[in-house]
């Protein structure tokens, strides 16, 4: 501790009552002395961020890099620390990076990305090898996990999952305070859990995973198809009146429009399988749910709840909170930085 208060991470705060002798003085994070850089490489947009250790973002970046893959796809990752670590005003201590597949956050690999077309990438390596900095990497899902626990709703609960519905479908699994990451670093991977028997081809070779029917690429598709098909529909005119189809699909809900209101039922439902299995094997009570899904609002809610308790002990299902995250698109941002926290052991 005298290091990081030589160091001016940590400040004195004054002193605490003592019930006798020297009075203990209290020692916080001094907000900005040090921050973090997290980048976010899981979505169509980069996203990344100079976050102080309270998981306050200093500076913010977004970068539209659309479906980039591999070499170019880690280019792109580059410039964007790169830029955030020349308005660093304090020295960085760590980069977080969030990205999408299968990675080992001890060995910081990428196994396997498929969006970004990526395997074996050795994303720590190259991070650390580029700026000299201490650089963890996790999944997107994982590091949402991370957050919710650190700085949302999962705050000071010692378990809870996150699903992140962005064009993949993927889980984070926080037991005892801890990431639980499976043998393989695949737990929570319920997004190629098929759902719909001899169903359309996904990308992972298989048919009729829970992502070909409930990913934000598939809502898009299905949520255009439905509004070309009732031309007269409230959701045919919302898509007109909203940037994203799938805020136009939420908008079209609430009014009440039936075939809105019967896609949104059928993603909820078809979420459901998935969160009847999480809950069977997890009977953890907390559930909370990232991604623009969150402007379906409650009739998905609804639709997740009741195919869950149908397919699940009732029981168990009735007693598990199904929410959606608060957080917003900085979620994984804040993951990284509670990530870097922890792993640097700070306080
Ligand atoms: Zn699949």
Known sequence: MGELLAEGVVEELGTAPSPGGKPPILVGVADNSRLILAVDVSNDEYRGALVNLRGKIAEEMVRPVGRLQG???LEAAYTLAGELLAKSPVPLLGIGISTPGLVDPQEGVVYQAVNRGWVDVPLRALFAERYGLPVFVANDSHMMALAEASFGSGRGRRRLVAIKVGEGIGTGIVVDGQLYLGDGFGAGEIGHLVVVDEGLPCRCGNRGCLETVAGVRAIQQRTEEEARRFPESALAAALDRFPSSIEALGEAARQGDPTALALVHTIGRHLG?????????????????????RHLGPPLLQAIGAEARRRALERLVRAT???????????????????????????
């Open 71 to 73: 070499q170019e796809a």
């Open 321 to 347: 909170r199904i929410e959606f995250s608060q957080l917003g698109e900085k979620a994984a941002l804040l993951g990284a930085s509670a990530l870097l926290s922890s792993v640097l052991g700070l306080p």
């Open 273 to 293: 399988i998935g969160v009847a299995a999480l809950v069977s094997v997890l009977n953890i009570e907390r559930i909370v749910i990232h991604g623009p899904v």
